[in-house]
């Protein structure tokens, strides 16, 4: 039971991340003005990372027998102009993932892969420190 669960976590943090590169890939294209010189680095830095965090768990997901999602997370990527927008709604989204990693770690121990873990756990504090990086921003 534990591991159709963690193929059906590992594919909501997927969807998540394949979301992650959509927004990140339009913010860095839309963002203006003077905030454009630091942020279009930051959110392409962060589609980029999701593109990767995406292949590993990816790669998870078929280890453990699983088929991995194809579609992004269904929640709306909000077309903002303003960059706290922007910054906001990036904040949600690591939020969420942090979060779905969180719950990932706990039934990847449960199934005992520790290379799994490993993968994920990086994965885990790269989502936690973007958390505090964006936190900090918006501070």
Sequence with gaps: MSVDLLIEQL??????????????????ATVQGIHRLQL?????????????????????????????????NPHPIANATDYKSMLERSLETETKASEVYGT?????????DQEMHDAIEQIYFAELRSLEHLRLILA
């Design 11 to 28: 594919n909501e943090a997927l969807g998540w991340e394949l979301r992650a590169v959509n927004m990140y890939a339009h913010y860095a």
């Design 104 to 112: 990932i770690m706990t039934i990847v121990d449960q199934v005992g």
């Design 40 to 72: 279009d680095p930051l959110f392409t830095e962060e589609a980029s990372e999701s593109i990767a965090h995406a292949d590993v768990v990816r790669r998870a997901i078929v280890k453990l027998g699983g088929i991995p999602v194809t579609e992004r």
